[in-house]
């Protein structure tokens, strides 16, 4: 007589967060940022008297938040950031014999996420490195983090931009699945500080540095005092050039392009919202019925934190009416759009209210385009 086996149950049984030091108001951020538009409009005011330049428009703290929601960022250097003269994070190179900046970050949100999971170093099969951007191609990020918490087994890098947390997310599921994993560390060390063009008036605002840290298992030696079981993972890709960086290690074979706008942050924003918010909301209505989850269902939804607009309206779409900040917690305001981490913040920060079998949505959606959807229940 033949037995059904049952399908192994993974959980997340810890997360971390890292948070810089340094904060940057939108006041400071606007002060400054107006102090460079003077500067480059006095410079080439004879350009553009006659018609040769366009002159630059100043921003504002209402322009600011009535675009994004965003009132303030962490960042790794504030310093540089707000100098007229280089708008720029001041970040300085490190010896190879020295950790590397996001490894260093990497590590602060690793440990927090292992002390939550109850491990250790000798539990973890596997490190990935999700995020936007790797201060270098090579040796692995995930490598060196692995190297720096004495993890025994393999470690790879990964980039989905704004989605990197949730499919690394969900490749950690598939090798502790597989078993080729016990348990996988997922990292996130966004530095997007240092990829932004801050002298842009209509992005400058957007970003802010953060790392967050994820632990995934199977349920059995699961040893948290709180775990969400991950009941089912969905991604999507679809191309599109509206949001792009075009840096890179080619870019040196064609000096024209070297520091050219396009090797920086930029989006065509309004088509972004446009596009991808029916887009995200769709995925995640077929995702809940997939598992048979009304949307009626979901306690909570920890969107990607990008842009306060587009959550209010995804959440409405997949809820049918507007959603309470209980529903939807926004963490955007306090640390900007942090790229494949906010949502992971925003599920850090506002999941202990929750009750046992409780349902929520981890989700993220940016460059690619990319969505991923995540579907968690309180254990």
């Not at 953060?210 to 089912?232: F, N, Y």
Request: a negative charge.
């Amino acid at each position: 007589m033949s037995q059904t086996t049952q399908a192994p149950r993974v959980v997340i049984s810890g997360t971390g967060l890292y948070t810089p030091q340094e904060t940057i108001s939108n006041a400071e951020l606007v002060a400054s940022f107006n102090r460079y538009v003077e500067q480059y409009n006095q410079q080439h005011a004879a350009a553009i008297a006659a018609g040769e330049l366009e002159p630059l428009a100043p921003s504002s703290e209402e322009f600011i938040v009535k675009a994004s929601g965003i009132e303030s960022r962490y960042v790794i250097n504030k310093s540089g950031v707000l100098d007229p003269e280089r708008l720029c994070p001041v970040i300085p190179e490190r010896s190879d014999e020295e950790p590397s900046i996001q490894c260093e970050i990497a590590i602060a949100a690793a440990r927090e996420a292992l002390a939550q999971a109850n491990k250790t170093a000798a539990d973890i099969d596997a490190v990935i490195v999700a995020c936007s951007n790797m201060q270098r191609p090579y040796p692995a990020m995930a490598i060196e983090v692995q190297d720096a918490l004495g993890i025994q087994g393999f470690g790879f890098d990964m980039n989905v931009a704004c989605s990197s947390a949730t499919f690394g997310l969900q490749t950690a599921r598939d090798a502790v699945l597989s078993g080729s994993a016990r348990s996988v560390l997922v990292v996130n060390p966004e530095i997007c500080s240092a990829h932004l063009a801050w002298q842009d008036r209509d992005c400058h605002f957007i970003f802010g540095d953060v790392c967050t840290a994820l632990v995934v298992e199977r349920l059995e030696p699961c040893r948290s005092d709180q775990h969400w079981e991950i009941l089912g993972s969905r991604l999507q890709t679809q191309f599109s050039n509206n949001i792009r960086n075009n840096f890179g290690f080619l870019n040196r074979c064609d000096e024209r392009g070297v520091g050219a706008r396009d090797k920086l942050f930029r989006q065509n924003g309004r088509k972004v919202f446009k596009e991808v918010v029916p887009m995200v909301a769709e995925l995640i209505l077929q995702h809940l019925g997939e598992h048979r989850i009304a949307a009626s269902d979901l306690r909570r939804m920890w969107l990607h934190q990008a842009n306060l607009g587009m959550n209010q309206l995804i959440s409405k779409k997949v809820l049918g009416r507007e959603a309470s900040p209980d529903e939807a917690p926004v963490i955007l305001n306090e640390y900007a759009n942090t790229s494949s981490a906010g949502s992971v913040i925003a599920f850090h920060k506002h999941r202990q209210d929750m009750q046992s079998g409780e349902i929520g949505v981890l989700c993220s959606f940016g460059a690619g385009y990319s969505v991923g959807s995540v579907i968690l229940r309180r254990g």
